[in-house]
């Protein structure tokens, strides 16, 4: 149970909506590795995850750019981030005019399959309808990162994605199970 929802995480009378979700970018190749979903306990929402984290890693370079560090170490962040992604400087991780436009374009295209699944239950904006569970919360991290790392005209733009089903899914988990103290 998580706090003060009334619900379960991993809802055992749960029609599972999404839980077979398939990344269009699960076989692109990452410097760093995924989620592994092998012996968890929970294998379906492991399995979400780790196609989860694919849709949204091949184009989180949209957003590298604008990652807010801790000024006292964002030099040294900054050059581990190129090390481990094979670039030559910082500079490389911007990508601006054209060459973003179509990787925006191409991540909206992306998503497509994973919004369609936050459609099924009308009731919203959960994949279960009205009662959140760990697979929403998988893609609402992800969701709150873009939101706090995106241009603001941009998140405002993907706001208005596939209907607004990310926006409303983010607006929800943020009213409804966002809390930080």
């Known amino acids: 149970m ?8 991993f809802p055992p009378d749960s029609t599972r909506t999404g839980l077979d ?16 979903n092998q012996g968890s306990k929970n294998e379906a929402y492991a399995r979400f995850n780790v196609h989860v984290d694919a849709t949204f890693s091949a184009y989180v370079v949209l957003v590298g750019q604008y990652l807010p560090f801790n000024p006292n170490t964002a030099e040294a962040v900054r050059a581990l981030f190129v090390k481990r ?8 991780i911007s990508v601006q005019g054209e060459a973003r436009e179509q990787l925006r374009a191409a991540f909206k295209v992306a998503l497509t399959s ?20 760990y697979a929403d919360l998988i893609v609402g991290g992800w969701l709150n990162m873009l939101s706090a790392t995106m241009p603001e005209e941009e998140w405002k733009d993907f706001s208005t994605w596939h209907s607004g ?7 929800a988990l ?7 103290k």
Request: negative net charge.
């Open 2 to 9: 998580f706090p003060d929802s009334g619900g379960c995480l």
């Open 21 to 36: 979700y398939e990344s269009p970018n699960k076989d692109t190749a990452f410097f760093a590795p995924l989620t592994s």
């Open 85 to 92: 992604a094979h670039l030559s400087s910082w500079d490389d």
């Open 114 to 133: 994973l919004a369609q699944l936050f459609m099924v239950h009308e009731t919203g904006p959960y994949l279960e309808g009205k009662q959140a569970t």
């Open 165 to 171: 089903v990310f926006a409303r899914l983010h607006n």
């Open 174 to 180: 943020q009213e409804n199970y966002f809390e930080c």
